[in-house]
């Protein structure tokens, strides 16, 4: 599903932030991604969605070495991807209900069913109210559930997230974090960058640990 086969990752003038990186991620597994502030798992979760390139070696996504491909396949690469980063990226002027509907409506999916998609992811994340709103009138933490609702729309086969609960409350916290095991126990893919410790400790899946840009593959906690 996602192989990682001795990436380093590069930038130029703040040093390397990932070096000789290698794991397989087996489709339906779920793994927690731990480490200290730029320890790497940022840039580790960039590469997995194509928006950063490897310096060596090679990322390989459902049998395809993504290092590789074409700007114009990414899109379509995009679709299986589900993405989650701190910074949510709503788009102000529009209305939840059209931010979560973006991917599909990018993908061409039809009126009828982006209403049916987007009223159930918002629903998911306890939103189903505030479909009418701007970001602007929301919480942070409700942002956040937006760029979530909005990341599961397509039913991506792979969910990336990068510090997903970093603006949430512990209880908010811990119902999204049951929500993302939910999703892997449907057959998703989830990859959770979290320095969270005491959260992703009790929920019985494997933890991998980044270190100054070197990975050190854990075992199940708790």
Do not use: C
Request: glycine share 10%; net charge positive.
């Amino acid at each position: 599903m996602i192989t990682f086969d001795h990436v380093a990752k590069d930038y130029p003038g703040t040093g390397t932030a990932l070096r000789d990186v290698s794991f397989s991620l087996s489709a339906g597994e779920m793994v927690f991604l731990t480490g200290a502030s730029g320890a790497g798992k940022s840039t580790l979760l960039k590469l997995i969605a194509t928006l950063e390139r490897p310096s060596r070696g090679q990322v390989i996504l459902n049998g395809r070495n993504i290092s590789k491909i074409s700007i114009r396949q990414i899109p379509y690469l995009r679709r299986q991807v589900g993405v989650i980063f701190q910074d949510h990226h709503l788009l102000k002027e529009q209305k939840v209900f059209d931010n979560v509907a973006l991917p599909l409506v990018i993908s061409g999916t039809p009126y009828r069913e982006i209403k049916k998609r987007v009223r159930a992811a918002l629903d998911k994340v306890g939103l189903l109210d505030k479909e009418k709103l701007y970001p602007s009138m929301l919480s942070g933490g409700e942002q956040q559930r937006v760029g979530i609702a909005r990341a599961i729309v397509n039913k991506p086969s792979v969910l990336i997230a990068d510090e997903p609960t970093g603006n949430l409350d512990p209880e908010l916290s811990a119902y999204l974090m049951g929500f993302f095991v939910q999703l892997n126990s449907l057959g998703v893919t989830v990859l959770v960058a979290s320095h969270d410790i005491d959260l992703i400790g009790g929920l019985g899946k494997p933890v991998w640990r980044l270190k100054e840009g070197v990975m050190s593959i854990g075992q199940h906690h708790g």
